[in-house]
């Protein structure tokens, strides 16, 4: 279960303070997927920052009564001069995991074979997102946060990634961004709406999607 | 009266025939006196149980026993029938009516005795048993069956006692003998037991219960050759009996010859293929032999087989858990603990499995999951302090780690650097300055420990204080991890740095000893306070550095520019004394020239210098820190813009 208590989230960009929550007071309860709509730069990415905990909000309260995954496929924490082995046990470390669990997850996962030995700068980019998406599953968390479900290799190892997401869903609970309204309707079976500093929650996904689509042609 | 007396007289006649009708019309007359009747019921009992009728014979001795229960022959036939008829109660009854008139028959106590014990009531029969053994001392028959009786509730002393006297009567037989041994077992005179046990077989050789007893007191006496001897002629001469082969089992495995002990439970097996404990034992044996997937099997058979007993159970657990079926043993423990949730056994079992299951994985992408028995976060709103500072402490410990391996990988010369560095400087000021100086240092004797004295605590505050500053900014994506926060790198990387130039301090020093111009410092605790605070100067300016640094971009090449300065006003290649008393006393405000000579003075017992201020540079040390971990967390927020 995650809480926002007022929170508040202010940028200041060059066109002038923009306000991505303001005096947001939700509860994503535990047990339930939630899926996150919202326009372009309404917030979205800092909403799942906000609550991650890799950013911290202006005014006000995020709890977390889980252990909430860094952003899904996050692979920014790898230093291109470690190979990616000792980039996983970094992570694992952090995270207090075995380090062989992790590792041998991550090996079968990723399917790097002997990659796994050499420095990640000389990986290629799906490469690096399927050590990203590897680290991220071997991790055994109560909540994911997905921000952009990024599509990972060729059609068989997309297939995989499903099948382990659908298993690892029987334990956890994710808050997904997405575009895609076959994915949300898929996984999510709650929405919420982020626009103009207000975060409003639905109680089923089809409801918040709806809505949004009416939003959406208001404003045009 | 005649037509009575007639009647009488065929009713007497017709009891010991057994022919109840006619005795019936008599009987159902009101003037029969008592005893006539009891008489008469009595006749037919005993005519009815020669005839078979053993209900009728029984309800006739139990009406002639209501009627005149103090008549002795009346008694001891109606005793005699409920006994044979196996009404023990009444037959016991009886007996002890009967034992009323005489007290003193040792035949009668011995009859009541075996009616009590066969109504259940052992602890009357036990004493009528004692009674007609005592009463009759020479009863071979009598002094066994007080014994057994004794021996069945488990009063072992006593037993022994009635056993004794039946072996002296007959030293030759072997079944007192081994009941001898069995109730010395039970009194843990092995030794003894099992002497009697062999003694029991050697009189009657052929006797399977005998073979038995002594081959299971061998094995506990741990005589387990002998015992193979005895169970291999026993399972000779009865080749379909179970219990022998499983003996024989148990006697191979003892002995070490587990694939004879598997081919005997085998055997045992093909006889009497549903008993439980076979399979078990036959498991165990597999277990042994490493033939874990078979055993684990033999394991299920026997738990489903007999479900009451956990054993086969808790051994099926061993089994996966030690061949890396760890959700099975999971399976497994889950039952047990359910079966007996007080088991701490069985708790700290599972534990187990679940600590391995951590670290190994299982299957297919099960990761790390110990759910089931976990207690799901909710109910703890904020984590212990214990639990963060464990928490805080992996995480520094991780960067620390990351921090290492990235400077091995970064450059070629990865931590040749960190050594090289402070011999190359303390060689350049060696070359420098014995020229100038002509061959000798400030103090002591030789060059390279001089300037090794001040070479080291200046890089311990010049690396620690720099390499902190830019720490934020080029651990940023780090950052990103909610559990790593601005703090955690920055103190990983000036503990990599103390730590380093510490290792650094130490082998150089090991160097000079082994160029044989070595020197042990005379005062290790001021060395090592004077090194601490030094550090925790270094650490206090480092968090400063690297606030000051997150608002202002360059401040890292202005610090660089500023340790150079430091280098020349610290005392490192001089001694403050040589400097005129106005500069000595501008430059004692330096901290760093506190911990050189603070240092330097630990090696050389001759140098105590007057200016030199302890207490200083460990306030400065200590108001820096406190003063550099206030502002980071004041500013904690402001320390870098998110990606």
Not at chain 1, 90 to 115: C, D, P
Not at chain 2, 287 to 308: C, H, K, N, T, V
Not at chain 2, 415 to 433: D, R, T
Request: proline share 4%.
């Amino acid at each position: 279960m995650i809480t926002l208590d007022g929170v508040s989230k202010v940028y200041r960009t060059r066109s002038g303070r923009r306000t991505v929550l303001d005096n947001v007071s939700v509860t994503f309860e535990a047990g339930q997927n939630f899926g996150v709509l919202g326009g372009n730069g309404a917030g979205k990415s800092t909403l799942i920052r906000l609550i991650a905990g890799s950013e911290i909000p202006d005014f006000g309260i995020v709890r977390r009564y889980a252990r909430v995954s860094f952003p899904l496929g996050f692979g920014g924490t790898f230093h291109g001069a470690l190979s990616g082995r000792e980039n996983v046990s970094f992570v694992a470390r952090i995270y207090g995991a075995g380090l062989r669990g992790v590792l041998h997850y991550v090996e079968e996962f990723s399917e790097l074979g002997e990659y796994l030995h050499m420095p990640v700068n000389t990986y290629s980019a799906g490469m690096r997102a399927r050590l990203a998406f590897a680290t991220c599953l071997a991790l055994d968390f109560d909540l994911y946060l997905i921000d952009e479900v990024t599509e990972v290799g060729d059609q068989r190892f997309r297939q995989k990634c499903a099948e382990a997401f659908r298993e690892r869903m029987q334990r956890s609970d994710i808050i997904l961004v997405t575009h895609n309204i076959h994915t949300l309707r898929q996984y999510c079976d709650r929405g919420a709406i982020l626009a103009n500093g207000e975060l409003t929650l639905f109680d089923d996904i089809d409801t918040a999607l709806g809505r949004y689509h009416r939003m959406v042609q208001e404003s045009l | 009266m005649s037509d009575i007396g007639e009647i009488r007289q065929s009713a007497i006649g017709a009891a010991s025939t057994g022919d109840l009708e006619t005795c019936r019309s008599y009987l159902g007359r009101l003037d029969v006196p008592n005893h006539e009747r009891a008489w008469i019921y009595c006749q037919l009992s005993e005519a009815l149980y020669h005839k078979g009728s053993h209900d009728v014979a029984v309800e006739c001795a139990r009406s002639a026993f209501d009627l005149q229960p103090e008549k002795e022959e009346i008694a001891n036939l109606c005793a005699w029938v409920f006994s044979n008829c196996g009404e023990h109660e009444e037959a016991a009854a009886a007996y002890e009516q009967l034992l009323a008139i005489r007290p003193y028959w040792a035949t009668g106590h011995r009859h009541a005795s075996g009616s009590f014990a066969a109504a259940g009531q052992l602890d009357r029969a036990i004493s009528h048993g004692r009674k007609a053994s005592d009463l009759e001392p020479h009863s071979f028959e009598f002094a066994l069956h007080a014994a057994c009786l004794l021996e069945t509730v488990g009063r072992p002393a006593q037993a022994a006692y009635y056993l004794v006297r039946a072996a002296a009567l007959d030293p030759a037989d072997a079944e007192v003998l081994r009941h001898l041994s069995a109730t010395l077992l039970a009194l843990e005179q092995s030794e003894q037991a099992v002497a009697l046990a062999l003694r029991a077989v050697a009189l009657a050789p052929a006797d399977r219960l005998n073979a038995l007893h002594a081959t299971e007191l061998l094995l506990r006496t741990n005589r387990y050759d002998e015992a193979a001897a005895i169970i291999l002629e026993v399972v000779d001469i009865h080749r379909q009996d179970p219990v022998a082969l499983r003996l024989l089992s148990a006697t191979q495995m003892l002995r070490g010859l587990t694939e004879d002990a598997l081919a005997a439970i085998d055997r045992a097996l093909d006889l009497s293929p549903e008993a439980a404990e076979y399979h078990l034992h036959r498991a165990n044996l597999l277990y042994r032999l490493g033939r874990l997937d078979e055993a684990a099997e033999g394991f299920s058979r026997s738990a489903a087989l007999d479900p009451s007993n956990p054993d086969a159970k808790r051994s099926q657990l061993t089994v996966y858990f030690d061949s890396g079926r760890f959700s099975e043993a999971l399976a497994i423990g889950g039952e047990l603990i359910r079966t007996s949730p007080d088991n701490e056994e069985y708790g700290r079992a599972i534990l187990q499995v679940l600590h391995r299951r951590f670290e190994m994985l299982d299957g297919d992408y099960v990761v790390l999951s110990d759910r089931p028995l976990r207690l799901r976060p909710e109910l703890q709103l904020r984590p212990t302090f214990f639990a963060a500072l464990q928490t805080q402490l992996r995480v520094i410990y991780a960067l620390m780690i990351r921090e290492t391996r990235t400077r091995l990988a970064d450059s070629k010369l990865g931590y040749g650097w960190a050594l090289l560095e402070p011999v190359l400087h303390i060689l350049m000021l060696s070359l420098v300055f014995a020229v100038m100086m002509r061959g000798r240092p400030p103090i002591g004797d030789k060059f390279f420990i001089f300037y090794y004295t001040g070479i080291i605590p200046y890089h311990l505050f010049v690396h620690a204080s720099s390499s902190m500053t830019n720490a934020v900014s080029s651990s940023a994506p780090l950052l990103q991890l909610p559990l790593v926060s601005t703090f955690d790198v920055i103190m990983a990387r000036g503990l990599v740095e103390v730590l380093t130039d510490m290792m650094v301090a130490i082998i150089l020093l090991a160097g000079f000893f082994a160029l044989g111009i070595g020197l042990l410092p005379h005062d290790l605790p001021a060395l090592s306070a004077s090194v601490v605070a030094v550090s925790l100067f270094g650490c206090g300016i480092g968090f400063i550095n690297a606030v000051i640094n997150a608002f202002f971009k360059s401040w890292d090449k202005i610090w660089a520019q500023l340790t150079r300065a430091l280098y020349f006003c610290s005392g490192i290649f001089y001694v403050p004394g040589m400097m005129p008393d106005w500069i000595r006393d501008i430059l004692a405000w330096n901290p760093i020239l506190h911990a050189v000579d603070w240092f330097r003075s630990s090696f050389f017992p001759e140098y105590e210098p007057h200016w030199l201020d302890r207490s200083y540079l460990a306030i400065v040390a200590a108001v820096s820190v406190a003063a550099g971990l206030c502002i980071e967390r004041g500013l904690r927020r402001h320390l870098y813009e998110p990606l």
